[in-house]
Structures are given as C-alpha cells and as structure tokens.
C-alpha cells in the first residue's frame, strides 16, 4: 500500500500524455543541491543550502520544502522549492541522515565525532571523515515543521547512522556505527525498546531499510562485507555475503557496503558497495525474498554510497562522490545509460515524486 499514491499519479500522467518524470535532488558536501530534469537527464539547477557541508538530504510529501542536514553548521536547511527561501535550524552536531516522515524530520546527529568537517577545498579525497571512537551516545533530533524548530530528541547509540520506521509507524529503527548495535524505539516516546547486537555478524551496521510488504529490515554492515536480515519482529534471519561470487584478479568486488534499499515492488534489493578494487564502486543486485545474488553493476565510480529509483521506476540514480558524478543506470538491464557530473563530493540523492531508494521512499 505504500506505494498506491505514486502509481496512481503516474497512471493519471500517463493518461493525459502528460509524462513528467520528475527531478532529482543532490546534495554535495562542497556545495548545495544539484537539481536533475529526469525528463532530459541534464542538471537543470543549483540551489545554495544556506549552509556549509550538506549532506543527508529529504522532501517534504508535496513537494514543497527541500530538507539538508548541514555537517559544519549544526543546523537543518528548509529550502522553499519554489521561492528558494531558506530557513536554518539548529539541531545539534554533526547532522546527517535525514529522514521526512509525517512532517517531521528525523536527523542522525554524532555528538561523538571529534572531527571537525574538512574546510571546503581541502578535504582528502582519499579517506572519509567517518571514523571516530568516542562511545557518547548520539542522538536523533526530531524537528517539526510547522513550528520550523527541534522538539525532541531521541537517545540512540554512539555515531548514529541510518534511519527507518516499521511499517505500522509505531517503531523507528536506528544504526549505531561504534558499538555496533540496531536500536528500535518507540515512535512516540523515543524509548528503546529492544537492542539488536550486530557484533556476532559483523561490524559498522550503516544502512537500514524496510521491504515494501513490510516482511523484512536489511542493515548494511561496512566493515564486514556483508548485511543482516531481520523478520518483521526485528529478530535475527540471515547474514548474506556482498563479496561473494568474486572473480580471479576483482578479489575487492562487494566492499564496503553500504546505502541499501528494495525496489519498489520488493523482488530485488540493491546494495551500493564503495570499496571495490582500486576504490571502485559497485551496485550488488539480490532475489528480494531469498537474498541470493542476481547480479552485480561494475560502475568505475568511487564512493558511491547512496542511490534512488527514478519515480517511474525505469532508472536507478547512484550517486558517486569521489568520482564528482551521478550515474543513471537502467534498473532493468543494469546498463550505465549516463554519467551525470555533479561536482563538489555528491553525496545523498533523493527525488519528487518520492521514490524508493536508500534515503527515501513514498509514505
């Protein structure tokens, strides 16, 4: 039933002849958004986020408000689309994942990390700003936007990464990078209520998602190559290998997974592992119900990380940031159609109509 809305729309567009595909929306940790024409494939704009190192990045249900979470400023940005109005909101550090969800925003902040954000221009392309130790527990800010400020927040585990709701939206599920945990909470309260150690499977839980029909979660686990699968009570299935099935030579194909999510009718899942050979990316494709391979995306991209099917679910859209482009790839073939460049480190990608992908999906 999620996704009911959207195809409704598409089939009423389709009927008038009138096939708008829609847009894309990129953050780069450099710059602002990057506005793709999904009709033409062609970035279309630039919006300024009105703040430094974007990264986690949503949309409001109607389309209206564009939402960044701001790494060096601590704060959210609410673009008016339209207008190109910004109001800033301050959260707390480091901000990053971003969740939009019943007019709220659900943002991963890392009151941990000791780091500061590279200064712009001066970031080593070569490593990644995410590795910190401190166990503080971290916190996922929920802001309101009718009020346009931070209302509440939730305790969670230290370096607070991926964010996802149950499919009755009574729970939210969190990852938790540095003690290696899975806390579910309660929606309304905040409180947790059960603690799943990822430790016996695996190390660094970074991407979180639920299957359509609600059956299943899937958390990426970077630093093990691999990911989890649990039921729909949240408890233990299977853990599947997303380095195996490697060549003679390609022995770093499948590294580092992490963005994760369904297709939108829930047969496949997609895993965009960033640490491949030479740094190079792939997309690993999997039977949504059996979690076999099916297939794998060499794309010769570096540190793609996160990824959106296109609303009319014909394209997949990576985002490669290391590499400063965006990829389009033919969700049925798994053909690289274009090469997109999106300068300044593009790291989330989300789109409207909303579509399913591993920052986003329809409600």
Known sequence: MRYVKLIFLVMFLVGCGEVDRGKAFITSQEGGITVIDLNSMEVAEQIDVGAAYPRGIGVTDDGKYLITANKADANLSKINYETKEVKNIDVGINPEFVRVYKNQVFVSTEP????KPPVKGEMNHEEDDDDDDDRTPAKVAVVDLDQNKKVREITAGP???????????????VTNEADNTITIHDFNSGDIVKTIDATPYGLRPRGIKISP???????????SNNFIVLDKNFNYVKTVDTQHDVE???????????????????????????????KRSTLEVYDGKTFERIDRVRTDGRRCWHFTFTPD???ILLA????????????????????????????????YPK???SLDQPN
Do not use: M
Not at 112 to 115: A, N
Not at 163 to 172: A, P, T, Y
């Open 112 to 115: 941990s990390s000791t780091g």
């Open 248 to 278: 003679e030579g390609d022995l770093h194909t499948g590294n580092s997974p992490y963005g994760v999510s369904f297709n939108h009718s829930g047969d496949k899942l997609y895993v965009a592992a960033s640490g491949g050979y030479k």
């Open 213 to 223: 029909n609600g059956q299943f979660y899937v958390a990426t686990l970077e630093h």
């Open 320 to 351: 490669c940031g290391r590499s400063d482009e965006v990829l389009v790839i033919d969700a049925e073939s798994l053909i690289i159609k274009k090469r997109i460049p999106v300068p300044g480190i593009p790291w989330g990608i989300v789109t």
């Open 313 to 315: 679910t014909k394209d």
């Open 355 to 357: 579509s399913i992908g």
């Open 159 to 173: 370096e607070t990464e991926g964010i996802e709701f149950s499919e009755d939206g009574s729970k939210i599920l």
